[in-house]
Nanobody, 124 residues
Framework: QVQLVESGGGLVQPGGSLRLSCAASGRTIHNNAMGWFRQAPGKEREFVATISWNGGSTYYADSVKGRFTISKDNAKNTVHLQMNSLKPEDTAVYYC?????????????????WGQGAQVTVSS
């Protein structure tokens, strides 16, 4: 069983930056691919970014490519999402998730552990 806790959300102006962190406990996530998803009010949860077990492969949604960076620290059992050049349309609750597999995947069904979510609001 893995528990995931996100932190680092908040209110930021358009063009600003935030760094989300996801701390895992219960067992190591060393062998798991990890992902970030988001859900805006009235919309379905959508894929944002994923990283392979060793950090060697990453993949991003087109909407965040070039602005967001996912990273994984196996020694600290953590995952991060650096978000730059934020836009109002990035406003959502952001969820960290641990995959059942070791390689990158965009599919919600491939993730079996989820955090409680962190609110990110981009507004002037």
């Amino acid at each position: 069983q893995v528990q995931l806790v996100e932190s680092g959300g908040g209110l930021v102006q358009p063009g600003g930056s935030l760094r989300l962190s996801c701390a895992a406990s219960g067992r190591t996530i060393h062998n798991n691919a990890m992902g970030w998803f988001r859900q805006a009010p009235g919309k379905e949860r959508e894929f944002v970014a994923t990283i392979s077990w060793n950090g060697g492969s990453t993949y991003y949604a087109d909407s965040v490519k070039g602005r967001f960076t996912i990273s994984k620290d196996n020694a600290k059992n953590t995952v991060h999402l650096q978000m730059n050049s934020l836009k109002p349309e990035d406003t959502a609750v952001y969820y960290c998730a641990a995959s059942k597999t070791d390689w990158t995947t965009v599919h919600l069904a491939d993730y079996d552990y989820w955090g409680q979510g962190a609110q990110v609001t981009v507004s002037s």
